[in-house]
């Protein structure tokens, strides 16, 4: 069973702009810090943005400024809107839940398939 649908990637020129959307289910969506990881060709996942069930924000320093991430908890979605694209971000970005299971069971993670991001001329 997905749980996390990605859209939204794609070819942007350098400076341009994309949004990426993760919908997920809604039993998952309530209860889970909401991220945006990528992974680029030969290099390891990273983080790229983080928000909370309360809307606190986090950013990688390398987007801080460019990038925002947002959740519609009536949508069960959370967003990436990118900005001033740079080449160094094209990447395989994926969606990430986090969810709380309580104080016994812990956390529970899932992960979107992921969609392709490139930035070229």
């Known amino acids: 069973q997905v749980q996390l649908v990605e859209s939204g990637g794609g070819l942007v020129q350098p400076g341009g702009s994309l949004r990426l959307s993760c919908a997920a289910s809604?039993?998952?969506?309530?209860?889970?810090?909401m991220g945006w990881y990528r992974q680029a060709p030969g290099k390891e996942r990273e983080l790229v943005a983080t928000?909370?069930?309360?809307?606190?924000?986090n950013y990688a320093n390398s987007v801080k400024g460019r990038f925002t991430i947002s959740r519609d908890n009536a949508k069960n979605t959370v967003y990436l809107q990118m900005n001033s694209l740079k080449p160094d971000d094209t990447a395989v970005y994926y969606c990430n839940a986090q969810q709380y299971l309580g104080s016994r069971n812990g956390y529970a993670n899932y992960w979107g398939q992921g969609t392709q991001v490139t930035i070229s001329s």
């Open positions: 809604a039993y998952i969506f309530s209860s889970s810090t």
């Open positions: 928000i909370t069930t309360g809307a606190n924000t």
